[in-house]
């Protein structure tokens, strides 16, 4: 199995959060909704951008139900 450096990152004045999965050269991006994704020539994601980053996570935090690790039943978007 591949080993692979992830590095995470965020930048409060512009609210986003970024996820690096390697140092490849990035090729092209393409936005995906409040996401923009950065591939590699062979269509690698080698960076993903979370625009609105505190809005996506306090959405996500929803997903989980607090001091029990269980999954939420109810739905996040509405």
């Given at each position: 199995m591949k080993k692979v450096n992830v590095k995470i990152s965020?930048?409060?004045?512009?609210?986003v959060l970024a996820w690096e999965t390697g140092k490849?050269?990035?090729d092209y991006a393409q936005e995906?909704?409040?996401?923009i994704v950065h591939?590699?020539?062979?269509n690698?994601?080698?960076?993903v951008e979370i625009?609105?980053?505190s809005k996506f996570l306090s959405q996500a935090k929803k997903l989980v139900?607090?001091?029990?690790?269980?999954?939420?039943?109810?739905?996040i978007l509405a």
């Open positions: 965020y930048e409060p004045e512009s609210d490849q050269a990035i995906i909704g409040n996401m591939f590699d020539k062979k690698n994601p080698v960076l625009l609105e980053a139900v607090p001091n029990t690790g269980k999954k939420s039943r109810q739905p």
